[in-house]
């Protein structure tokens, strides 16, 4: 399972606010790392637009990511940063070459 949380760092806020995102996001990742089922991650900061930056974990399945941002280290020390991520949809699924992907079928049965 792949997360891509982005966030928007207002340029006017100058280099001062971008290098205090860039640590804080940093804290939020190694928070992170820290939990079971955390796979590999890492951070940028977009080429064109100086003021967009991503983190991108992979995790080995929802659940683990889930249990994670229940942790009490995650809660004091990423979920501040996560919480000014833009509001989109961040978790997706592998979609490698032979993998089953999930369908939207309903899951009950009728």
Same mark, same amino acid.
């Given at each position: ?14 280099s001062q606010a ?28 977009? &080429?064109?637009?100086? $003021?967009?930056?991503? !983190? ?7 659940? *683990? /990511?889930?249990? @994670?941002?229940?942790?009490?280290? &995650?809660?004091?020390? $990423?979920?501040?940063? !996560? ?7 961040? *978790? /997706?699924?592998? @979609? ?15």
């Amino acid at each position: 399972m792949i997360v891509v949380n982005r966030f928007r760092v207002p340029a006017g806020d100058g280099s001062q606010a971008a290098a205090s995102f860039r640590a804080d996001l940093q804290r939020a990742h190694e928070a992170l790392a820290a939990r079971p089922g955390y796979l590999a991650g890492h951070l940028g900061r977009n &080429v064109d637009d100086p $003021a967009l930056w991503v !983190l991108v974990t992979t995790w080995e399945h929802v659940g *683990a /990511y889930r249990r @994670a941002l229940s942790a009490y280290d &995650v809660k004091l020390h $990423a979920v501040p940063t !996560l919480s000014r991520a833009l509001d989109e949809p961040s *978790a /997706y699924e592998a @979609a490698e070459p032979g993998t089953d992907l999930n369908t939207r079928d309903a899951r009950s049965i009728p």
